[in-house]
C-alpha cells in the first residue's frame, strides 16, 4: 500500500520562503501526475484548493493563478516532489496536502482560477504552513 508524506511547513514571515517535500512510500512517481493543494483555516475538505502540479510522464506543470510565479513544482529522486514558495503572504496560511495518481487514470481539469485533479490514487495527511504578518 502506498504512502504520501509532506514535510517542510512551518512558520514564516511575510515574504519568507519555504519548500515542502512530498515523498512518497511504496511507490514511485514515475508515470503519475502529482499535486500539491491546500486548506485554508475555516474550510472544508471539499475546498481544498489547488496549488501546483507535475505530471512525471512529460514534466508538465500548472499553477494556480493565485501563486504564479511565487510557487514552483519540482521532481527531485524518484520518489520526491518539491514545492518551492517564495514571497509567501498571510493568504497563503493552510494546511498543504500532496496527492498522486498514476497518469492512466488521472485527468487534470482546468477551472477559472487554477484547476482541479480526478482520479487520485493517494493522499498525504498534511503539513501545516503559517504566515505571520
Known amino acids: 500500500e502506498g504512502q504520501l508524506v509532506e514535510s517542510g511547513g512551518g512558520l514564516v514571515q511575510t515574504g519568507g520562503s519555504l519548500r515542502l517535500s512530498c515523498t512518497a512510500s511504496g511507490f514511485t512517481f514515475d508515470d503519475h501526475v502529482v499535486g500539491w493543494f491546500r486548506q485554508a483555516p475555516g474550510k472544508a475538505r471539499e475546498e481544498r484548493e489547488g496549488?501546483?502540479?507535475?505530471?512525471?510522464?512529460?514534466?508538465?506543470t500548472g499553477d494556480a493563478d493565485s501563486v504564479k510565479g511565487r510557487f514552483t513544482i519540482s521532481r527531485g529522486n524518484a520518489g520526491t516532489i518539491y514545492l518551492q514558495m517564495d514571497n509567501l503572504s498571510t493568504e497563503d496560511t493552510a494546511v498543504y496536502f500532496c496527492a498522486a495518481g498514476l497518469a492512466e487514470h488521472t485527468i487534470v481539469t482546468l477551472t477559472p482560477d487554477g484547476w482541479n485533479m480526478h482520479g487520485i490514487d493517494y493522499w498525504g495527511e498534511g503539513t501545516q504552513v503559517t504566515v505571520s504578518s
Open positions: 496549488v501546483s502540479y507535475i505530471s512525471t510522464v512529460d514534466g508538465s
